[in-house]
C-alpha cells in the first residue's frame, strides 16, 4: 500500500493567502497542488472543504529539557536573565525536575508543542545534550545550527566563542543562533556592540529577545541581515516589558515569534500568538495584522533558520502540514484566536501525527499505533503515549503531576 494522501478542496495558505485548492502528499514530500487534480489508484483522498492548511507552525525558541510546571517568580522583576535564573534553580519547582528523567522533560516539550500546531522547534541547547533525542520525537528538532548562550559577561560556556561560531555557520550555511540582551541592565544594552565587535552579527545571526534596543540598535540589526526572535510572554514574566517590537516591524527585520521555556514563557505557542497580540495592541493602540503573525511563525523562521525556502507550500518540500477547523471565513487568518480544540490535524513529513477522530482511517492507514483522548468534548488521536508519558512524571515525583501545557488526559 502505497503512503499517497491527496487532500480535497481546502483552503490552503501560500503566497500570503488562502485559496482553495488541492494538495498531493507523496511519502514525506508535498508532489502536487493545484485545483481538480486526481487520486491514483493507490491514493487515499480526504476531503478539506471548509477548512483551512497552513505550513506547521514553527517555535523559534523553547527549552525543552525545562517542560515542566509550575511557572516560578512573576512579582519579582529583574534586570537580567541570570538573577531570574538563580531565582528559578533554587526553587521547589527545580528540584522536582530534576528528578524526571531528561528523556520525560523532552517528550513533555515535543507533545507541548504538537498539540499547539507546531511542526518544528528549535530548542536552544548544545548539540551534545540535543543529540539523543533527535529523531525521536513526535515533533521535528533543528538540529543544523551554531550557537552561544548569550553575549556578555553572564554567558554559559556553549560552544567554541561567539567568533568562532558564527564563522562556522557562515561555512556551513548554517543559522548562528543567540540570547541578546536578555535584560534591562548596563551588561543588556552593550550586547549588540559587543557581538558586533566579535565580528558575529551577520545574516546568519538569530538573536532572541533584544529587550532594550532602540533605533541606532534596530538599525545595526536590519543593516548586518540578523533576524530576532520574539518572546513577550517570557519577557514580561521576568523583566516586566518586552521589547519594542513595532520598532523591528516597522523597519523591516525578519521577527520570529518563541514561547521560551515553560519556567517563565507561554503555556504553548497559541497562547504565544494571542498574548502577542494583545500586547501589540495595548502598547501601540494598533492591531498586530494576522497575516504578520502568521509569518513570524512559518515564513520567517524559515528564512532565519535557513530552512529552504520560506514559501513551504511548494511541491518537493517536506510534507509538514497543520489543518485547522475554526468557524471562520475560508479566506480569514485568524491565528491569534485558535485554541486547541481548532488543531484538526497535524501532518508531518507526510505522516499523520495528531488529529480529530474522523481521520482515523489515516492513521490506520500509515499503520500508527494511537492513542485516544477529549478536548472540549472533540476525540482526538495522537501517535505514542503521552498518557503514559505523563503517569511516568506522576511516578517520578510521588504523587499525581498534571501540566497546563498538556490536556487533561
Not at 293 to 300: A, G, P, Q, S
Request: aromatic share 10%; proline share 4%; net charge negative.
Amino acid at each position: 500500500m502505497g503512503n499517497s494522501v491527496l487532500f480535497q478542496s481546502a483552503s490552503l495558505y501560500r503566497n500570503g493567502k488562502l485559496e482553495t485548492s488541492d494538495l498531493i502528499v507523496d511519502g514525506e514530500k508535498i508532489s502536487a497542488i493545484d485545483t481538480n487534480l486526481s487520486p491514483n489508484n493507490d491514493t487515499v483522498t480526504i476531503s478539506l472543504k471548509g477548512k483551512k492548511v497552513y505550513p506547521g507552525f514553527i517555535n523559534s525558541h523553547d527549552h525543552l529539557l525545562a517542560s515542566y510546571l509550575p511557572k516560578v517568580g512573576g512579582t519579582e522583576k529583574h534586570q537580567s536573565w541570570l538573577s531570574y535564573d538563580n531565582l528559578y534553580k533554587s526553587s521547589g519547582v527545580f528540584a522536582e525536575r530534576q528528578q524526571v528523567d531528561p528523556e520525560i522533560l523532552y517528550y513533555l516539550g515535543a507533545y507541548k508543542n504538537l498539540f499547539s500546531g507546531v511542526t518544528t522547534v528549535f530548542d536552544h541547547i548544545p548539540h551534545h545534550v540535543q543529540n539523543p533525542f533527535r529523531g525521536i520525537l513526535p515533533v521535528k528538532l533543528i538540529s543544523d545550527y551554531t550557537l552561544a548562550h548569550s553575549i556578555g559577561n553572564y554567558s554559559l560556556g556553549w560552544g567554541e566563542g561567539p567568533a568562532l561560531e558564527y564563522r562556522m555557520a557562515e561555512h556551513a550555511g548554517l543559522p548562528f543562533v543567540t540570547h541578546l540582551a536578555e535584560g534591562v541592565d548596563d551588561d543588556s544594552k552593550q550586547s549588540l556592540r559587543l557581538l558586533e565587535k566579535m565580528d558575529a552579527l551577520g545574516g546568519h545571526s538569530v538573536l532572541v529577545h533584544c529587550l532594550p534596543f532602540g533605533l541606532k540598535e534596530v538599525e545595526k540589526i536590519l543593516e548586518k541581515g540578523a533576524s530576532v526572535v520574539w518572546c513577550p510572554t517570557s519577557n514580561l514574566h521576568i523583566f516586566g516589558k518586552t521589547t519594542n517590537i513595532k520598532l523591528f516591524l516597522d523597519m523591516g527585520v525578519n521577527v520570529c515569534l518563541g514561547t521560551d521555556y515553560s519556567a517563565s514563557g507561554s503555556l504553548h505557542l497559541l497562547e504565544e500568538l494571542k498574548t502577542a497580540k494583545s500586547i501589540y495592541f495595548g502598547l501601540y493602540g494598533e492591531e498586530l495584522p494576522e497575516s504578520t503573525l502568521l509569518k513570524m511563525i512559518t515564513e520567517n523562521p524559515r528564512k532565519a533558520f535557513r530552512l529552504g525556502n520560506p514559501d513551504a507550500m511548494m511541491p518537493g518540500l517536506s510534507a509538514d502540514l497543520l489543518v485547522i477547523n475554526d468557524d471562520k471565513h475560508n479566506a480569514e487568518i485568524n491565528v491569534s484566536e485558535l485554541t486547541w480544540k481548532h488543531i484538526d490535524l497535524v501532518v508531518i513529513d507526510g505522516y499523520p501525527i495528531y488529529g480529530s477522530e474522523e481521520y482515523k482511517s489515516l492513521f490506520v492507514h500509515f499503520g500508527l499505533e494511537t492513542e485516544e483522548f477529549s478536548i472540549d468534548g472533540k476525540t482526538k488521536l495522537v501517535a505514542g503515549s503521552p498518557k503514559k508519558l505523563l503517569k511516568q512524571v506522576s511516578d517520578s515525583v510521588g504523587y499525581k503531576k498534571s501540566l497546563a501545557f498538556l490536556p487533561n488526559f
